[in-house]
């Protein structure tokens, strides 16, 4: 079957990786996206779309963006939002992580939201529940919707995402623990840009090219080539054994400054996924015109709002039906 990953209930789909999605369900998802910031669903108003779901949030490692962005998506569509707070549940007290998707599912939640430090967290979930999963981040393996949003600020900034095909998208900084580096580098190689992942070894992944990307380990090199330049901060929290490079060699070789940003093009942009490091991988003040920063975390919400839609819209279907509809 082609399509977000099938689930054990007919109608209820996952996202949990960029490769659950075909081309025709990418280019859906924009559509809707599109839609909705046009209803100003985005930012002022609300619907009732989604108003018999229910979806739940479980996050096992912080946030800040996509906690409240997939919060305020599923309350902009209607759907009633049900948080763990992980730290407080009997989580604490040893249950395990499918006995607490099985009490999420038991309550009556359609979806379930989770960010996990382990990879393939929510493909398990998937596995074990009738729940439509959302991977919010897996450890350093993907994070499916932070790449989405990425993919629409792109394309409302070069005008269709067919004009993404001629660009040229580095992305700089700790690309080994980065699993937005791996989602984005995924999605863009589907629309013809030319990925560069820039950064210093230790940070770097063994086989660029299994990523659709080529790779540097200078910034200067490629600096003045590039229509965006995507910063990372360095994935403290999942680095084991420490770097070899000390942040004064990473900075003086890797921070977008001011003599860097001179050299950028001039209608190149800046992008950066949040939490900003500044005084790290960022020293520059930029102009409001060539950086995507907060329209990426704007975006981040229409873009959630579109997988909501596209997965529980769908899921209340095939309950009414009993049959699946999804897919291309
Ligand atoms: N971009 C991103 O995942 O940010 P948070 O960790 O704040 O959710």
Request: charged fraction near 25%; hydrophobic fraction near 40%.
């Amino acid at each position: 079957m082609t399509g977000l990953t099938s689930n054990p209930v007919p109608g209820r789909r996952s996202l949990t990786q960029i490769s659950d999605l075909s081309d025709s369900e990418i280019v859906d998802l924009l559509g809707r996206a599109e839609i909705y910031r046009k209803q100003e669903l985005g930012t002022r108003r609300f619907s009732d779309e989604l108003k018999d779901s229910v979806v739940a949030t479980l996050f096992f490692e912080g946030s800040t963006r996509t906690r409240l962005s997939f919060t305020l998506a599923a309350e902009r569509l209607g759907a009633r939002v049900i948080d763990l707070a992980v730290s407080a549940s009997s989580v604490s007290k040893g249950e395990s992580l499918k006995d607490t998707c099985d009490t999420v599912s038991a309550l009556g939640a359609d979806a379930v939201v989770v960010r996990h430090p382990n990879e393939g967290a929510p493909l398990q979930i998937a596995s074990w529940t009738s729940l439509a999963v959302v991977n919010a981040g897996d450890g350093c393996h993907e994070h499916p919707t932070q790449a989405l949003g990425d993919l629409f600020s792109l394309s409302s900034a070069f005008e269709g995402v067919g004009n993404l095909a001629a660009k040229k998208i580095a992305i700089v900084g700790d690309i080994l623990h980065s699993r937005v580096a791996r989602s984005l580098s995924a999605l863009l190689g589907r629309f013809g840009s030319k990925v560069v992942l820039v950064g210093p070894p230790d940070m770097m992944v063994d086989r660029p090219s299994a990523l659709g990307a080529e790779f540097s380990f200078d910034l200067d090199e490629v600096v003045g080539e590039v229509d965006v330049l995507y910063l990372l901060r360095i994935q403290r929290e999942r680095i084991q054994g420490g770097y070899h490079s000390s942040i004064d060699s990473y900075t003086r070789r890797f921070q977008l400054d001011q003599k860097r940003y001179l050299r950028m093009a001039p209608k190149s942009i800046v992008m950066h996924p949040g939490p900003v490091n500044r005084g790290v991988e960022l020293a520059v003040k930029l102009p409001e015109e060539r950086s995507l920063i907060s329209e990426q975390v704007r975006n981040g919400v229409l873009m959630r709002m579109a997988v909501f839609s596209k997965i529980l819209a769908t899921a209340s279907d095939d309950r009414r039906s009993q049959r699946g509809v999804f897919g291309d």
